[in-house]
Every structure is written in structure tokens, then in C-alpha cells.
């Protein structure tokens, strides 16, 4: 829970060519996404919609500032994009 305020960014000083691999796992999971947009709280393969908030992006945008490189920068910022701007999700079509 709240893994994207501190345990991710630890990880990407401890380890980056792991947090590569992660991000490299939500971009795949943002192609695969009926709805085009990073996980929320995905469960077993279907998103539960259960959290607030797109916390796949600060880990990604953290990562990359840091200078984890090694996947996709357009296809993060893309996804980052679509899941901040994707109107079903918390009303955001009313903004």
C-alpha cells in the first residue's frame, strides 16, 4: 500500500535494472489495459479501481529523473498522459 511514496524510490537506488524491468511491466500492462491507462489496483489481471490516484506515474516520472533508463521513455510518457487524462476515472470528463 503507498509503495510509490518510498519503497519504489529506495528500489530505484538500490536496484535500477530491477526498476526498469517494473516499468517495463506497467507499460506492458498499460498496452494490454482494456482502458489504455497504467494500473490502479489491478487484481488478478482486472482492474479493481479501488485506489485514488495514478501511482504507477510518480514511480515511472521518479525513475526516469533518477536516470533508470532501458525502457520505452515516449511509450512511459504516453501512458502517464493517458492515465491522467482519462476521463471515466474519478469523474475527470467534469474538469
Known sequence: WDVYRAQQPLMVLLNPGRSTDFIRSLIAAREASPFGILPIWAYQGLETWCMIGY?????IADAYIKGVRGFDADAAMRAM???ATYAPYGDLADY
Do not use: G, T
Not at 55 to 59: G, S
Open 55 to 59: 501511482h504507477a506515474v510518480p514511480v
Open 81 to 83: 498522459v493517458a492515465s
